[in-house]
């Protein structure tokens, strides 16, 4: 028996704003959508150019209150051939929210306060 990672999941308030974030902080497009009959709730899967992992962002009509993230301990992490460009990126995005320098790592915050670690690639 094998298992292999499908995608991760994160409930978003406003679902165009965190479409627009995920495309130009890190390039993510829509590879599909599904929309509740009743309108109820419209999931998104975002992926990169790779399409092996997606991310499913999952937007409910009748929800009005942020998500409690708790100590916003969890999060996803994105790497980057390009550190200085997308530190600069981000930078200019005012989304940076904490940087290591000493690890050589930095995090951002998406839309609804979820954190995503950027990470240099390595070989």
Known sequence: MKFHFA???????????????????????????????????ILVYLTDENENYQLELTWLRDRQDPYNLGDNEIHLA????????????????????????????????????YWLEVVPQRD
């Open 78 to 113: 994105f790497t980057t051939n390009d550190m200085e460009a997308a530190h600069a990126k981000h930078k200019e995005m005012d989304c940076i929210c904490f940087e290591n320098p000493a690890m050589g790592i930095y995090f951002i915050s998406d839309p609804d306060g």
């Open 7 to 41: 995608h991760n999941n994160l409930n978003v308030l406003d679902l165009e704003k965190s479409l627009a974030f995920y495309k130009e902080a890190l390039g993510l497009h829509e590879a599909r959508r599904k929309n509740a009959e009743d309108g109820s709730f």
